[in-house]
Nanobody
Framework: QVQLVESGGGLVQTGGSLRLSCAASGRTFGNYNMAWFRQTPGKEREWVAVISWDGSSTDYADSVRGRFTISRDNTKSTLFLQLSSLKPEDTAVYFC???????????????WGQGTQVTVSS
């Protein structure tokens, strides 16, 4: 297991930007694929983006492709999500996750952070 702590959420206007961070500890960060998910009340957790263990491969949900960028710094055991051109529908709690698979599935990730709230005002 790894401990994950997200930060960087907040309130931003439509069209604005935020940078989320996810600090990892407890196991070798660079050995695992990482992902971001988001969730709004009453809805299932939604996959946003995934990055391979070495950062060489990334993938994005169609709803965020071209606006969000996932990256990682294995020397600092930190995952990032740059959010740009934000829309009100991006409002959610954002979670980082760690796992063995380059996947879009919640079940493929075994460690999760507590989440950070992103609110986009119209």
């Amino acid at each position: 297991q790894v401990q994950l702590v997200e930060s960087g959420g907040g309130l931003v206007q439509t069209g604005g930007s935020l940078r989320l961070s996810c600090a990892a500890s407890g196991r070798t960060f660079g050995n695992y694929n990482m992902a971001w998910f988001r969730q709004t009340p009453g809805k299932e957790r939604e996959w946003v983006a995934v990055i391979s263990w070495d950062g060489s491969s990334t993938d994005y949900a169609d709803s965020v492709r071209g606006r969000f960028t996932i990256s990682r710094d294995n020397t600092k055991s930190t995952l990032f999500l740059q959010l740009s051109s934000l829309k009100p529908e991006d409002t959610a709690v954002y979670f980082c996750a760690s796992g063995n698979y380059f996947s879009q599935l919640v079940a493929d990730f075994d460690s999760w952070g507590q989440g950070t709230q992103v609110t986009v005002s119209s």
